[in-house]
């Protein structure tokens, strides 16, 4: 199953569509979107663990996906069923859960900067209240337990000095470019890394939009050539015969957050291959898939440089283990000023989380 690994299934309190509709939302994924492809595999994992039974059968499961508004009838010409818009949500927001945790919806969808003054998002971090603080961020137990350290229960009293607050922030936007390898790579030697990638690129778009929805994020993919592409697009992603042009995915990306108007911008990359192509001035490409090609990577640290002066970190995740390749990025990275991280494909996803957390507090400084 193209490198897929399922466990035995546990019989639960889920019903039989509850159980084959968490399958089919991962399945998906590894089948890019195609629904047929995915409900055979359903079918024989259905034969196989017995999910559904006599009075619900696995045709019942399909009516009912069609009820309920997950699949349509494709109108292409090819005949078969696709995904609906909400069936797409519903992906996006099984990836999130899956990689991310249950994440609560912020109230105000942005970021924090360093003034305490007002009200924005808590840290959870506490401190003594000072003259122009918000009051309802002052947390009431803590103060409550101050003044009973200070006077007792006998002469409870609630002072200034008393008083904590939980530590908040202005509020500021921040917009992410996305970007990913479609080249040839993300598919050899018999491990899918597209997939992941994919999953990742789901889970942070489902997080940023619902619970930061005034930051911007932007989706990229690059082999040859670069082009961007929708949210709704991610489950139908795949790789193609193509080369790794890093030097095009950063122009794109620098090209549309220059359209954005955050203060703060970065650019996430995911990739396991070397930069190995280039378009030249004349619209030819440059290839060189043996080794890094000085002029390649030369073009490479060009733009290093130039999202730097930019003032747009670019945090590079490497799914790939190569010392020679991991070096590359590591210069990469010294000259630009983001992050580098070396990572196999089971840590993508929290990586990338905790690295958008950590420059939402860069941002706030």
């Known amino acids: 199953m193209r490198g897929i690994l399922f466990s035995a299934h546990s019989h639960s309190q889920s019903s039989p569509f509850e159980t084959l509709l968490g399958l089919f939302k991962e399945v998906i994924v590894h089948t890019s979107g195609e629904v047929d492809e995915a409900l055979d595999w359903l079918r ?3 034969q196989h663990y017995n999910i559904t039974t006599d009075e619900y059968t696995f045709e019942d ?12 009838d494709r109108s292409d010409g090819q005949g078969g069923m696709g995904l609906t818009s909400k069936a797409e949500g519903a992906v996006r927001k099984a990836a999130m859960d899956q990689l991310f945790g249950t994440l ?16 924005g998002d808590s840290t ?8 122009g603080d918000a009051l309802d961020n002052i947390v009431m137990n803590e103060s409550l337990k101050n003044a009973l350290v200070s006077g007792g229960i006998d002469e409870l009293r609630l002072t200034q000095e008393d008083l ?19 080249s040839h790579s993300m598919i050899l030697y018999g491990e899918d890394r597209i997939t992941p990638a ?5 889970a942070l778009a489902e997080w940023i939009t619902t619970k930061y929805p005034k930051d911007t994020l932007d989706i990229i993919v690059y082999g040859n050539e670069s082009w961007p592409i929708q949210i709704k697009d991610l489950p139908y992603l795949q790789v193609g015969p193509y080369h790794t042009n890093f030097v095009a995915g950063l122009e794109l990306a620098m090209g549309l957050l220059k359209r954005r108007k955050s203060a703060n911008k970065q650019i996430f990359n995911i990739t396991d291959g070397k930069p190995s192509c280039l378009v030249e001035p004349d619209g ?6 043996f080794g890094l090609d000085p002029y390649i990577t030369g073009k490479c640290l060009e733009m290093a440089a130039k999202t730097k ?6 945090n590079t995740f490497m799914i790939a283990k190569d010392a020679y390749l991991q070096h590359f990025i590591r210069s990469f990275s010294e000259i630009n000023g983001g992050n580098a991280y070396y990572t196999g494909l089971n840590k993508l996803g929290q990586l990338i989380f905790s690295d958008y957390q950590q420059q939402k507090k860069r941002n706030s400084k």
């Open 44 to 46: 024989q994992l259905d």
């Open 61 to 72: 499961f399909i009516q009912e996906l069609k009820d309920k508004g997950y699949l349509r």
């Open 104 to 119: 609560k919806k912020g109230d105000s969808g942005e970021h924090q900067s360093d003034s305490p003054m007002g009200k």
């Open 124 to 131: 959870g971090d506490f401190r003594s209240f000072q003259f």
């Open 164 to 182: 904590v607050v939980e530590e908040a922030y202005q509020n500021t936007s921040l917009s992410t470019v996305l970007m990913i390898d479609i």
């Open 198 to 202: 994919k999953m990742v690129a789901m």
């Open 284 to 289: 030819s490409f440059y290839k060189n898939s």
């Open 309 to 314: 002066k930019a003032k747009i970190p670019v």
